[in-house]
């Protein structure tokens, strides 16, 4: 499991920058995507950040772990 504070402090650096970029639009034509790519990505359920795999939201052993005990819809193994 991930520590709690990194979880929080995560949350607030994202605020924190949304608030930044929200301010930096309202001062003119600016590209949108130039802070949008610098979040951190996070496990729904362990909150770990590395192996996160964006379409299901969760990391890599959360995602086989759930997929070998058949609890994601629409997944199966590749090879029999």
């Known amino acids: 499991m991930a520590k709690t504070a990194k979880v929080i402090k995560s949350k607030r ?5 949304k608030e930044y970029f929200d301010k930096y639009l309202s001062q003119g034509d ?3 995507n ?7 990505t996070r496990c729904k359920i362990t909150g ?7 379409y299901f939201g ?3 052993m959360t ?3 759930l997929a070998s005990k058949g609890e994601l819809p629409g997944v199966i193994k590749a090879s029999k």
């Open 13 to 17: 650096l994202r605020n924190k920058r």
């Open 30 to 32: 600016r590209k949108k």
């Open 34 to 40: 130039r802070i949008s790519t610098r979040g951190v």
């Open 48 to 54: 770990r950040a590395r192996g996160y795999m964006r």
């Open 58 to 60: 969760l990391s890599r």
């Open 63 to 65: 995602f086989r772990e």
